[in-house]
């Protein structure tokens, strides 16, 4: 009897423990630049046909070292995964996700907590040699493919 008890009272406190848990909001998804519009766009606002765009707005200005350009769209299994990289005296200064994958909660949850980590990753190291975050490894990807390419053209 004594047994049953205590079942009865373990099992309610462990009930009321796990009622209580609170998750943290999606919000660091706003921190990255990136809103979920559900659209493609790219620096010049032309539809995006999975290539690059870089035209005259994204190329320096003959006084200035910033340079702002746009990563290929890289294709994943849930979608594209886009970056846009401004650089400012040879260093990576942000880093915008121009696309990701956004359409359901599983995207919003996973990208929401991918993006800031990798945007964060990229502004550190300076490089697109960064850490794949765990969970989002076809995000992480995408996000790195993307990143190189930018890379790549910043350096041409």
Do not use: C
């Not at 998804?29 to 995006?48: D, K, L, W």
């Not at 035209?55 to 200035?64: H, L």
């Not at 340079?67 to 294709?75: E, K, L, N, P």
């Amino acid at each position: 009897m004594k047994r049953a008890a205590l079942t009865v009272v373990g099992t309610i406190a462990g009930l009321a423990i796990l009622l209580g848990f609170k998750t943290q909001p999606l919000g660091p998804a706003v921190a990255t630049g990136f809103a979920p519009t559900g659209g493609t766009s790219t620096s010049s606002g032309s539809p995006n046909n999975g290539s690059s765009t870089v035209g005259p707005a994204n190329q320096p200005a003959a006084s200035t070292s910033r340079q702002t350009v746009t990563g290929d769209a890289v294709s994943t299994p849930y979608g594209p995964v886009q970056i846009k990289v401004t650089s400012s005296g040879g260093q990576i200064t942000d880093v915008e996700v121009v696309q990701a994958p956004w359409s359901n909660g599983t995207d919003q949850q996973i990208n929401g907590y991918a993006l800031p980590i990798l945007v964060k990753e990229t502004l550190d190291t300076q490089t697109a040699n960064i850490d794949m975050v765990s969970g989002a490894t076809y995000t992480s990807n995408g996000y790195v493919m993307s990143l190189q390419s930018a890379l790549d053209q910043l350096h041409a």
